[in-house]
């Protein structure tokens, strides 16, 4: 019977044993839900007076005199700590469709990750306009990734509306195990302006990470990807998106400005939260939202990392696999900045409790 189920009513302050101590010891290992180890002792011929142990906070026990002074055990007491939270480092790449990744080629992908030094794919598991669509392609890839030793986040792109829906589906996407038993290593959530076809409102973005949140536990690793913060963007509620998240991924796409200086400006406007930043280059032709033509070259993708490593990004990745050139794909693995060496510890959190 557990400890807390028993309630002994007791008004004696102090247990006098007169009969035996075997029967003390039989007493004593009921009252702590021990088992009882039968024993030869010999009867007392006084008298013995045991003090009560001062009970735990879970339920009454032997109401001691405020003057006792109960007995502490010399074994160390135990304290429980929760493993630690896995959140990516060293560089990473963001999988769109899998069909123009490779070709889809599983063992492709997972060779061209490790050539670069990837540690760590953001894959595309699918959005409120057409669900969750690419189990088939992350049931091969799971467990080739991870045999490799790179780990897999999946992204979903919410509307925000209706919020269940949204989670609901981020929480199968999580949920989902490859017929090999591998399952995501972290989710993150794809929150865009309303311009992005979103219904987007501090309310609704707050809603979805803390039912997220709670739907997953304090423990699972989410991740909140994020614009990045401009003055066109003034009204964006990053407070809200971000709260129940335990890092930001801020989408640094420079277009026609400078790599460093955009991914500098991010991580200074999002240190105030608290949490590790992971900077998303450019790694795409920018010209059709106004950007420079062409894939940015390998100038400026080196100094994207090398500003992102200085001003304290946590990790790296680019946007994204099927929109990279050799050229872009060269820069990234041959970058010195976040390189991971084979077998080392990747960065992790102590699961915490969102904040407020």
């Keep these: 019977m557990p400890l807390a189920r028993l309630r002994p009513h007791l ?3 102090r247990l006098t044993l007169a009969a035996s101590f075997g029967m003390a010891v039989a007493v004593m290992a009921v009252a702590c839900g021990s088992p009882v180890t039968p024993a030869v002792v010999k009867p007392l011929t006084q008298p013995v007076t045991v ?11 032997i109401d001691l005199p405020p003057t006792a002074s109960p007995a502490v055990s010399s074994s160390p007491l135990l304290e429980v700590v929760a493993p630690p939270k896995w959140l990516p480092s060293g560089k990473g790449m963001w999988i769109y469709l899998p069909a123009v990744t490779e070709g889809g080629n599983v063992a492709s992908i997972v060779a061209k990750a490790k050539a670069a030094g990837l540690t760590h794919l953001w894959v595309r598991m699918g959005s409120a306009w057409d669900g969750f669509n690419v189990a088939p392609f992350v049931d091969h890839l799971l467990p080739a990734a991870h045999a490799a030793g790179i780990k ?6 919410p509307k925000l509306e209706p919020v269940e829906a949204d989670v609901q589906r981020a929480l199968t996407m999580i949920r989902h195990a490859a017929p090999s038993g591998d399952r995501i290593d972290a989710f993150s959530a794809d929150i865009e302006t309303r311009s992005e076809g979103t219904r987007l409102t501090p309310e609704a973005a707050r809603a979805y ?3 997220l949140r709670a739907g997953v536990g304090d423990a699972y690793p989410l991740i909140a990807t994020v614009p990045r913060p401009s003055k066109e963007r003034a009204g964006f509620p990053y407070g809200d998106v971000t709260a129940s ?10 277009l026609n400005r400078q790599p460093d200086t955009d991914v500098a400006g991010a991580l200074r406007d999002l240190a105030s939260f608290g949490k590790p930043i992971l900077p ?7 010209s059709a939202e106004g950007g420079r033509k062409g894939v940015p070259p390998p100038d400026e993708l080196l100094r ?7 001003n304290g990004a946590a990790s790296v990745s680019f946007w994204s696999w099927q929109h990279a050139n050799d050229a872009a794909w060269s820069a990234i693995g041959d970058a010195p900045d976040f390189r991971v060496a084979p077998g080392a510890k990747l960065i992790s959190i102590a699961p915490d409790k969102p904040s407020a």
């Design 209 to 211: 990470g803390a039912a």
């Design 245 to 254: 998240y335990d890092a930001i991924a801020p989408m640094v796409y420079w």
């Design 11 to 13: 008004t004696a302050k």
């Design 304 to 310: 994207f990392m090398s500003s992102a490593k200085a």
């Design 280 to 286: 998303v280059g450019q790694a795409y032709d920018g």
């Design 152 to 157: 897999v986040i999946g992204w979903d792109f």
């Design 51 to 61: 003090q009560a142990p001062v009970p735990p906070s879970s339920g009454p026990f």
